[in-house]
């Protein structure tokens, strides 16, 4: 039995039968990444879209996708679910060459735009989808009802694709990728076009499958503020290469400046009173009255600026070690030149 196995946008795995006859030998040790690249390549005409990329994604993780329009993300995404050939080079899918068949049959993948059978009822495309992955009639009806409930559609089971809201579509896309209970979702830009309680119920629906099912999350999105609540560790592109791949406490700490961040009822005041100590090296005010402050002994800085506060009796608001966002460093790390 062998099936069409993705559409140019969305994705049917094969199971069944060819997943039994299944001859192709895994090497899967312990510490399989679940996503490898070698010098995966993808040229088109003269444009190097992916450039050597190498990516290595742990299994069990939530991992960001990120950079500019024309990057390379979906470019990428397409070759490590076999929707493209790579030029040169080769990705693995726990430890299966990617676009395989039995490394398809490990991934569920919801494309850019989901791109649904409009005149079909959520329930008969996802019934549909359930049979092109070798589900069997009765665990592809059980799969499809366990799916249109856990993501609130139920009671639009027997409405047409059609006329879904686009969260509604997002939702059914990601019901899509999840029918043959995949081990590894690869989403390009899951919520672009939702607003935000859209977008936080995805979110929420996928740290539930990491943290109950321990599926793991390949997601690129332009959405930042959001992927920095999601992701375990991030790989981020440009220009087809990767600039840095990390988990998110390492990027931070990469990035951290070693400043602190002070507020107080009356800034002016409690800047004064610091403002010559031998350790401080800069001190800024900026527009929202917050004091950024580079200093060589934080102990120090602390004692002081408390001081400060008990002796004018001033209204701490806020006194911490600066904490970089993922925006911060995205504008840092990326050229602003040559969006494609
Ligand atoms: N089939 C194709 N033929 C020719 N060029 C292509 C093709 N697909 C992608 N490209 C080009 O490859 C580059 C990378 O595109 P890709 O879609 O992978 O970027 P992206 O990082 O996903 O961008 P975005 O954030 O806008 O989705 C772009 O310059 C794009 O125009
Ligand atoms: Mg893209």
């Known amino acids: 039995m062998t099936r069409p196995l993705y559409y140019d946008c969305v994705v049917a ?32 005409g003269d444009l190097v879209a ?5 990516l290595n994604i742990r299994q069990g993780v939530i991992h960001g996708f990120v950079g500019p329009n024309g ?32 490394a398809r049959q490990l991934i569920g993948y919801s494309p850019e735009r989901p791109c649904l059978y409009n005149n079909m009822t959520a ?3 996802l019934l549909y989808m359930a049979g092109l992955s070798g589900l069997k009639k009765n665990e592809a009806e059980a799969r499809t009802n366990e799916l249109l409930d856990w993501l609130d559609l139920s009671k639009f089971s027997y409405k047409k694709v059609g006329g879904f809201s686009a969260g509604m579509k997002q939702r059914m896309g990601l019901a899509q990728a999840l029918v043959h209970n995949p081990e590894l979702l690869i989403l390009d830009e899951p919520t672009a076009n939702l607003d935000p309680h859209g977008r936080t119920s995805i979110i929420n629906k996928l740290k539930e499958l990491n943290s109950q099912q321990n599926i793991t999350i390949f997601i690129s999105s332009h959405i930042l503020p959001e992927l920095e609540k999601l992701v375990h560790s991030m790989t981020l592109i440009d220009k087809g290469k990767v600039v840095m791949e990390d988990s998110m406490e390492q990027i931070k700490q990469g990035f951290s400046q070693d400043r602190y961040v002070l507020k107080t009822s009356d800034n002016a005041k409690v800047m004064e ?45 806020n006194f911490g070690e600066e904490e970089i966002n993922l925006e911060d460093i995205y504008t840092k790390s990326v050229s602003t030149s040559g969006v494609q």
């Open 273 to 317: 009173s610091i403002k010559s100590k031998p350790y401080i090296q800069e001190m800024l005010l900026d527009q929202s009255d917050i004091i950024y402050i580079t200093c060589s002994d934080k102990s120090a800085l602390q004692k002081d600026v408390i001081n400060a506060v008990q002796q004018y009796n001033l209204r701490l608001f």
């Open 13 to 44: 795995v094969v199971c069944g039968a060819d997943a039994k006859d299944n001859k192709m030998r895994r090497c899967v040790t312990e510490d399989t990444l679940m996503i490898k690249t070698n010098s995966m390549t993808r040229v088109f």
């Open 71 to 102: 990057a390379g993300k979906t470019t990428t995404i397409k070759m490590l679910v076999g929707l493209l050939r790579c030029t040169s080079g080769s990705g693995m899918i726990k430890g299966l060459p990617a676009g395989s068949i039995q």
């Open 50 to 54: 992916v450039d050597n990329l190498e």
């Open 123 to 125: 329930k008969n495309y």
